[in-house]
């Protein structure tokens, strides 16, 4: 934030204003912000030097989400758990080692904490029964406390890159848990027989090209690998280079690890080696290239929607390209649960889709081994997500009949309340073929 931000600030110049971006290494905040009082909803503080909040942070009433990642607290401020409307919650990256129950604002339903040094969370949030999202990855947790199985609404958790060596018993019998990250963890160590030889490919090998995208993890870019080009590639490849850093996932060694266990399964992306010599010692994967022609499903979850995908309003499916991606999806789930893969965080945002040519599930950076004994339950909160995510296809599509009802039956009995009493997604595959072939209307020629 410019320095002029901050003068105009102060001279009152933003009055009316529902959102404030505040970094201007700050010590503390100027209290010049209760000058928007009767309108502020967002306000965004990260990056500064701030240590403690104020405790006129109260007085606006409201105040709906807050960010206070890159700061050096030590201690989730009390002060938060006096904001009346204040239900997002961000300290990302901050030195947290203590969070109490006290700060816990009553409306939370989206809690990052991810990146800290954190020991416990606090029970009281087993009390907070609007909670939705909770996001604890790179901390030093072994353990969560029981009452967070109270929290029913619960529907996304991070807890990749801890200390977990075991995980609660009641996580797999959630029954709103539907995208969980648990890598990192000593119960999710990469199994013997998933640590085979995979091909390496020297960076001198390849000419990167331009870039083609950037995700929490890493950047992917377009290249040629002219020295060994694999069948079928003419040479044209996808380099991603991982970043290195914490995300909110987990962490970047753990998504490369997962990637080079998927093999050539229909529906996942082709991983072909990973990069060896890089001048700068980036850990790197080399991919086929994905046509241009697909596109992601969705977009990723805003501020308001939670953990719901953002569709693009003119978003149709007919009900031969609805059947056929629901078909790729649940093969594609399947071939993951087949090897002991959990993607853990199956969403529209994360499939590429061309209509002619179906999906590929992407983006690992919340996928993990299955840690001993989650078994069945673990798979069925997967489920749960795709369930979801078959709603929200079938509310888009125009298709009618025996094959919709079919259809959304499935994805009703995928997010029903009791998690034993899903299918797994082998019979969730063989079923939505069935229905394609009793109705042929649902199927992608």
């Given amino acids: 934030m410019s320095v002029a931000l901050l003068e105009s600030l102060r001279a009152g110049a933003l009055a009316g204003g529902t959102r404030l971006d505040l970094c201007a290494d700050l010590a503390e905040l100027p209290e010049e912000i209760l000058g928007l009082a009767d309108s502020l909803e967002v306000l965004n503080v990260s990056g500064n030097r701030l240590t403690e909040l104020p405790d006129w942070l109260p007085r606006l009433p409201k105040l709906r989400v807050l960010f206070c990642s890159e700061n050096p607290f030590r201690h989730l401020p009390e002060v938060l758990g006096q904001c009346a409307a204040l239900e997002m919650v961000g300290f990302k990256s901050c030195r947290l080692e203590t969070a109490s129950g006290a700060a816990l604002p009553p409306p939370l339903r989206w809690l990052i904490l991810t990146d800290n040094q954190l020991r416990d969370v606090p029970a009281e949030l087993g009390r907070r029964p609007r ?14 406390p029981e009452e967070l199985s109270a929290c029913r609404k619960l529907e996304l958790l991070r807890l990749a890159a801890n200390r977990f060596a075991a995980f609660p018993a ?66 044209e490849v996808a380099v991603k280079l991982f970043k290195g850093s914490m995300t909110s996932d987990g962490l970047p060694d753990c998504e490369m690890a997962v990637s080079l ?185």
């Fill in 170 to 235: 009641w996580l797999w019998e959630h029954p709103a848990l539907a995208w969980l990250a648990l890598a990192g963890n000593p119960a999710t160590a990469l199994p013997a027989e998933a640590s085979g030889p995979m091909a390496e490919v020297a960076w001198a090998e390849l000419i990167l090209g331009p870039r083609l995208g950037e995700g929490a993890s890493g950047v992917i870019y377009r290249a040629q690998w002219p020295a060994a080009p694999p069948e079928g590639t003419c040479g």
């Fill in 131 to 144: 909670l939705q999202k909770l996001m604890l990855s790179g901390n030093r947790l072994t353990s969560l």
């Fill in 261 to 445: 266990a998927l093999g050539g399964r229909p529906h996942l992306p082709g991983i072909l080696g990973k990069i060896s010599g890089h001048p700068e010692g980036l850990a790197g994967l080399v991919m086929r290239l994905i046509d241009p022609g697909f596109a992601p499903l969705a977009q990723p979850p805003s501020l308001a929607s939670c953990t719901r995908d953002v569709y693009a309003e003119d978003r149709r499916f007919s009900a031969e390209q609805a059947g056929g991606l629901l078909l790729d999806l649940a093969r594609a789930a399947a071939g993951l649960r087949s090897i002991g893969l959990l993607h853990g965080d199956l969403y529209g945002h994360n499939v590429l889709y061309a209509a002619d040519r179906g999906a590929i599930l992407t983006d690992f950076g919340a996928a993990s081994f299955y840690p001993a004994g989650a078994g069945g339950g673990l798979e069925r909160l997967e489920v749960r997500a795709y369930g979801l995510l078959a709603q929200e296809v079938l509310e888009r599509c125009s298709g009618a009949g025996l094959g919709r009802a079919r259809l959304e039956d499935l994805a009703a009995r995928c997010t029903g309340p009791e998690v034993a009493a899903r299918p797994d997604f082998a019979e969730i595959a063989a079923e939505v073929f069935e229905i394609g072939r009793q109705d042929p209307g649902w199927v992608r020629g």
